[in-house]
């Protein structure tokens, strides 16, 4: 009899220690910090002027990505101006880890070869990316990203696109860590891409 108290002694707190380390790890679990934003953005794949590009092609990368379309008449001007003004701010050994993409949401106008120069104007190393409307409303979406076509009936343009104008810094793990949104200054912007660097 006191052989089977000892087993059942034995029994009841293998299970309580069992139950305290799971409510540990959950503990655990529930404070651990989640860094970016891990139900923004995701994978895709979509043309450049060379081939096709997928995020997770530059995975170990920081890849920054802006939306906006070739006929923009200032907001991506200045957006692409700035980024590229924080990349030319930072080291060789940095800029080798960063690639920026640059995604057309007016693929109507903006075939791969237009994207392509479009974005190497403002940087070199910016590749310009599109698909078609579907497509591309796949991965704006999939960012939150906000525009729509609007008519201009007294321009020979026929129309221009309003959009959101917002850089997201996705991390070397492919998981966005930052957005840049429009209006920072150049050493903002290059700050937050070392901070994504280091991260």
């Not at 120069?117 to 906000?146: N, Q, W």
Request: glycine share 10%.
């Amino acid at each position: 009899m006191k052989h089977s108290n000892q087993i059942l002694l034995l029994g009841l707190l293998a299970v309580v220690s069992i139950g305290i380390g799971l409510w540990a790890g959950l503990q655990g679990q529930s404070k651990k910090p989640v860094e970016g934003y891990a139900d923004l953005g995701g994978d895709f794949t979509l043309q450049s002027d060379k081939g096709p590009v997928s995020l997770e092609d530059l995975r170990g990368k920081v890849v920054p990505i802006y939306f906006g379309f070739t006929f923009c008449p200032d907001v991506c001007i200045t957006s692409l101006s700035s980024i590229a003004a924080a990349l030319k701010t930072m080291t060789d050994a940095e800029r080798a880890q960063i690639q920026p993409l640059f995604i057309s949401i007016d693929p109507e106008r903006d075939d791969p070869t237009k994207v392509g120069e479009y974005a190497r104007y403002f940087y070199p190393g910016m590749i310009g990316l599109t698909g078609s409307l579907e497509e591309v409303t796949t991965v704006a979406k999939a960012h939150f990203v906000v525009f729509e076509k609007v008519p201009l009936d007294d321009s020979d343009m026929g129309y221009t696109m309003d959009h959101s104008s917002i850089f997201y810094v996705v991390g070397k793990d492919g998981v966005i860590k930052s957005l840049i949104h429009h209006g920072e200054k150049p050493s903002v912007i290059a700050q937050t891409l070392r901070d994504a660097l280091s991260g």
